[in-house]
């Protein structure tokens, strides 16, 4: 398929109309402060800002109800905006997104509908159809796609219907409606170039589907920020119209900007403020307000625009009947210099950018790649790039409340995120998902930039430099989770991240940034600090970590105390650590070829590595008595009691496969270089024979005495994973790797503790319980990120091992095969979700036949956050384009 660790070219070196490609003598400063000039504007407005922890200032930390969807039209958001194919500047003071109206719904579309975490039957979820077409670091082009249905959109019944179903039952889409089944729906298509960093065009081309014309009113939409501070006049911006098809917009954070609108059209003024009667029966203190536009579209107020056509808010309106069959198209402009023919190189600019996007992308696909291989890789990467927002919170402010606006209820402070009050995010973010998740998660990013890498390596360079800053970084070295609660803890994979991005950028570029890779290790020494004083409780190097992002792969809730009162000494948590000082190891011995003082901290995170080992085969040095199982051949979590027993929870799960991961394999001559190393860790090895039997060979074991490996498995704790692992009765999936074995499907895990019955059964797809929140996902289906690291570790394998060493694929095939072998028919059978089979079929659509057979369905794709662990049906978050666009770096 497509190539991993190629050598591109530069992400902006094309060419391009009043625009002069990177020059090969600029610093690097200048050359960031270029390639951040041209992303000054870009997708930044989220796809949800309503029910975002953010703006919850309620007393119970309900953000989910503190203001609702349908709120959200009349509430003056603090902290970001939302809207559909929205862009924005990149501190977010102007934004512009389209609203609809098919003279059928309510409400404008002026927001993507979804339901709450309490609505749906498996959790919070978006309920509308749009995908990511297209998209280039710079952002000059940018395509996505909205489906609008002609009939009233089915509100009512969505949250009725997934509200009736219970765990057991999948949850109802909006195809699940029917809505779609006679065509009766507008493709609308919106398109961004820019013509230079602040001279941006944009089309919306709108296909009527259906067999009768269908009215529609289209409304583009441009609105400030309401940062709070209006109440001073000379602050405060304005947007007026200035001539029959021409805005005026003015800022003091901005300057001036010029609107442009093709066409026949009025324009409709009101200001981004609370409409306060609506929402809490008190009067407005401003004459128009936030859903001013709607009112006056859907319900036919007059008076709810402003008839001096200035205000904060003003929207573009067109009103037309789009014919059976057909297309309209639509043209604006947003620039900061006057154009007195707005349009007369509007098609050729776009013509440019659309070029230049395919050249850009032709450098980055394998020539070999079938055209439906291109096609899921650019939507992959098109996702990427479209789910950068804006992030702005400040923390202590949140807690305490605005100024001059109530104080929100004291125990408000208890609920979450008390003791992050250093943190103060006003940035451009990779977010996981633009409506589920519209916020960052760390170690979610950390995949982010993996992907971003092999297409804009300064970009992801930035962001995973982003969350060590102090702004973001706890004081205690603490890395941020996710706002719903920042102290919560993800796997440690942000120095495997900076270390694939350092890779990437080396092969794109020609020269290793050594700068970059300092400043990530100084500050991941603090966090790698902090994990060992928080996290490894008895100080015996097995780490518990908790929720570790794997919500309920466990018997137990982990983010909550045991029954019991027990401890469980966790078989992912301490692998994590061991990847961890592995990876710390591998960038201080990278640092060390140049600067000798860094052979110390290789010395330290290698002995790390071996302790870590020794814990996890003898616990409370009894020996046989850790982590792992010889009768099973098997790593299990241990339960510690407070009586000083042990209990070993012999769950087959994902939990267990993460050993793994931890594997570094080097070739002699870098370690030639560094004699200190090898010779302090020749003289460790000597005085602890026991820790280093543990972790695989100093040597080669294939007839090189090149290679050294270390890792958490040797030859035969490797075997027996990869017996369990790809035996297609326990994790092996025609769609990768499952996190739980099948067995649990017909023979439930059963334990008891306390007086309780705790049980694990097998589901394929969502989970049928929700003991651990109403998104318990992982039990079962297909997850990327895992599938990647553990497709990434046996690679490392085979580079050691070679082509002698063979293991039997599938397991009881009585077919063997090299490691490497085994790795890409992994991969092959994770793109084998999103690619056409022989019939034409995407196991992504599941069963749905309008979605696999339309023509105008079948080949847009969603990226979802997780996928059916037997037929590959995409499920979770649908536009997780997040981790799971690593499906773009698959070989």
């Not at 059978?829 to 196991?843: C, M, V, W, Y």
């Amino acid at each position: 398929m497509w190539k991993l660790g190629a050598v591109f070219t530069n992400p902006l070196n094309w060419k391009a109309e009043n625009r002069a490609p990177i020059r090969t003598n600029m610093t690097e400063s200048e050359k960031l402060q270029y390639i951040n000039t041209w992303r000054a504007w870009g997708p930044y407005v989220s796809d949800r800002q309503w029910g975002t922890v953010r703006e919850d200032y309620s007393a119970d930390g309900d953000a989910w109800n503190y203001i609702s969807h349908d709120m959200a039209r009349s509430k003056a958001f603090r902290w970001g905006e939302e809207g559909i194919g929205g862009m924005s500047d990149r501190q977010q003071f102007l934004c512009l997104a389209l609203a609809l109206w098919n003279e059928r719904d309510p409400i404008l579309k002026e927001r993507l509908f979804g339901l709450t975490n309490q609505q749906g039957n498996h959790g919070e979820d978006v309920k509308e159809l749009y995908y990511y077409l297209d998209n280039v670091p710079s952002h000059s082009y940018m395509k996505m796609l909205y489906k609008y249905p002609q009939q009233a959109f089915p509100y009512e019944l969505l949250v009725t219907e997934n509200r009736r179903r219970s765990r057991q039952e999948p949850e109802f889409e909006l195809i699940d409606t029917g809505i779609f089944n006679d065509d009766q729906y507008f493709d609308v298509f919106i398109e961004y170039a820019k013509n230079d960093e602040h001279d941006i065009l944009v089309r919306y081309t709108v296909h009527n589907r259906g067999l009768e014309a269908a009215p529609l009113h289209l409304l583009p939409t441009l609105w400030f920020r309401n940062t709070l501070n209006w109440n001073e006049p000379d602050k405060k911006p304005v947007i007026s119209q200035i001539g029959a098809n021409q805005l005026l917009i003015q800022t003091r954070n901005m300057g001036t900007y010029h609107g442009y609108a093709e066409g026949d059209v009025r324009f409709l003024f009101t200001e981004n403020e609370t409409n306060n009667l609506r929402l809490y029966n008190a009067p407005n203190p401003a004459g128009f307000v936030k859903d001013g536009i709607n009112n006056y579209v859907v319900n036919g107020l007059q008076e709810a625009v402003n008839p001096q056509q200035s205000g904060t808010k003003a929207a573009v309106y067109y009103r037309v009947t789009v014919p059976a069959k057909s297309s309209l198209t639509f043209k604006l402009r947003l620039t900061n210099r006057e154009n007195s023919q707005p349009f007369a190189d509007f098609d050729a600019v776009f013509a440019t950018q659309k070029a230049n996007a395919d050249d850009f992308y032709a450098t980055k696909q394998s020539p070999a790649a079938t055209e439906d291989e291109r096609l899921v890789q650019r939507q992959a990467w098109a996702g990427m790039l479209w789910s950068k927002q804006f992030y702005h919170f400040n923390v202590n402010k949140w807690l305490n409340g605005d100024e001059g606006e109530i104080p929100p209820p004291e125990n408000r402070k208890t609920i979450r995120n008390a003791n992050w009050k250093h943190l103060i995010a006003s940035d451009i973010i990779s977010m996981p998902d633009n409506w589920e998740y519209p916020w960052f998660a760390a170690w979610d990013l950390a995949f982010h930039c993996i992907i971003l890498a092999e297409i804009d390596p300064d970009f992801a360079k930035e962001q995973l430099l982003l969350l060590l800053q102090e702004k973001y970084m706890h004081p205690n070295g603490e890395l941020s989770a996710y706002e719903w609660n920042f102290s919560d803890v993800n796997p440690p994979v942000h120095a495997l991240a900076a270390w694939k991005v350092y890779k990437a950028d080396e092969a794109m570029n020609g020269k290793a940034d050594t700068v970059f890779l300092q400043r990530v290790l100084h500050k991941l020494m603090l966090n790698f600090t902090w994990w060992v004083n928080r996290k490894d409780s008895e100080g015996n190097n097995i780490f518990e970590g908790g929720f570790l992002g794997l919500d309920n792969i466990g018997i137990f809730d982990r983010s909550a105390p045991l029954p019991g009162g027990g401890q469980l000494e966790q078989a992912d948590g301490t692998s994590w650590m061991a990847m961890y000082s592995l990876t710390m190891m591998q960038i201080a011995m990278e640092l060390a070829l140049t600067n000798p003082v860094y052979e110390d901290l290789a010395i330290k995170y290698g002995e790390h590595f071996f302790y870590i080992a020794g814990s996890m085969a003898n616990m409370g040095n009894i020996e046989g008595q850790g982590l792992w199982d010889e009768q099973d051949g098997f790593y299990y979590d241990m339960l510690r009691m407070p009586d000083g027993s042990w209990s070993r929870l012999r769950l087959r799960s994902l939990v267990g496969l993460l050993p793994l991961f931890a594997v570094q394999v080097a070739e002699d001559k870098k370690w030639e270089k560094l004699p200190r190393l090898v010779s302090h860790m020749t003289w460790f090895m000597a005085q602890r024979p026991d820790l280093a039997a543990l972790v695989s060979n100093w040597r080669g074991e294939n007839g090189s005495e090149s290679m050294r490996l270390l890792s958490l498995l040797r030859g035969h704790r490797m075997k027996c994973l990869l017996r369990r692992m790809l035996d297609e009765n326990e994790f092996l999936s025609p769609y990768g790797v499952r996190s739980l074995s099948k067995i649990y499907e017909s023979q439930p895990f059963e334990y008891w503790l306390a007086g309780q019955n705790f049980t694990v059964r097998y589901t394929p797809a969502e989970s049928d319980t929700g003991m651990f929140g109403g998104n318990s996902n992982w039990r079962g289906p297909i997850w990327l990120p895992v599938n990647y690291l553990l497709i990434q570790g046996l690679h490392r394998f085979y580079n050691y091992y070679g082509d002698d060493f063979k293991i039997e694929f599938p397991t009881g095939s009585g077919q063997f095969m090299t490691i490497r072998d085994v790795a890409d028919r992994l991969s092959k059978r994770l793109n084998s979700i999103f690619l056409k089979d022989e019939t034409g079929r995407r196991a992504v659509f599941g069963d749905n036949e309008k979605v696999q057979t339309d023509e105008h369905f079948k080949d847009y794709i969603l990226f979802h956050e997780y996928f059916d662990g037997n037929t590959g049906k995409g499920l979770g978050a649908s536009h997780q384009t997040g981790w799971t666009g690593l499906v773009a770096l698959l070989a």
